[in-house]
């Protein structure tokens, strides 16, 4: 069984400060997703990524997907309150349609 | 687009009745939708992925004759939880992969549907 550890596992700053989400794995993807939870609601597809190294960036949050295509990391510069939410990468394995999740960040900015 | 709809948001039902979920694709089809659990303040856990056309395949330790699924065409899934137990309380999310043009298993979410059993 494929895990997907993400730390922190809670996150509470200040708004403005800058933060980073790790989703770490011994197994290799071909592609990992990030998703943003709100409570009560699904899951909302942030982004992609599929190369090894690849950063994308989304207004104040960058994703680098790992040179092995096994970890990943969230970067929010200048943390909002609207960024508040549950934060989960998720893995693609070669060939298999399930995706696994990790174990969630929960983020808390705080006005 | 990519819009997943859910029905019910919530309900409540007595113990020993079953309960039937819907997931829909609104705006496109997917031969594969995906039936996850989520308990409080957790990640997601597959419960079973759904085929069009076909049977379910579930997940190791996921009843399959308590957790019923049905993916009957193109853009509907239903779950169905026969004989629902207070411990089957939780919160069901759906997703569907958008087959169309995307070389990679993006999968877009319902709202959920938070089943509180008596």
């Known amino acids: 069984t494929q895990l997907l550890e993400q730390s922190p596992q809670f996150l509470s700053i200040q708004e403005g400060e800058n933060l980073t989400v790790y989703c770490n794995s011994s197994s290799v993807f071909s592609s990992l997703q990030w998703y943003r939870q709100e409570p009560g609601e699904g899951p909302v597809l942030l982004v992609t990524v599929v190369t090894g190294g690849e950063v994308k960036k989304l207004k104040r949050l960058t994703f680098q997907f790992g040179d092995a295509r096994k970890d990943s990391s969230l970067h929010i510069t200048a943390a909002q309150p609207g960024d508040t939410g549950l934060y989960l990468c998720a893995g693609e394995d070669f060939g298999n349609e399930k995706l696994t999740f990790g174990t969630g960040t929960r983020l808390t900015i705080i006005p | 687009g990519a819009v997943v709809s859910q029905h019910p948001s919530w309900v409540i039902c007595k113990s020993g009745t079953s309960v039937k979920i819907e997931c829909r694709s609104l705006?496109?089809?997917?031969?594969?939708m995906f039936w996850y659990r989520q308990f409080p303040k957790q990640s997601l856990m597959l419960m079973a992925t759904?085929?069009?056309?076909?049977?379910?395949?579930?997940e190791q330790g996921v009843e399959k004759d308590k957790f019923l699924i049905n993916h009957a065409s193109l853009t509907l899934s239903t779950l169905t939880v026969t004989s629902a137990h207070p411990e089957d309380s939780s919160f069901y999310i759906c997703?569907?992969?958008?087959?169309?043009?995307?070389?990679?298993?993006?999968?877009?979410f319902g709202p959920g549907t938070r089943l509180t059993v008596l």
């Open positions: 759904s085929n069009e056309g076909s049977k379910a395949t579930y």
């Open positions: 997703s569907a992969r958008d087959q169309a043009g995307v070389p990679y298993n993006e999968q877009f």
């Open positions: 705006d496109f089809q997917a031969t594969t």
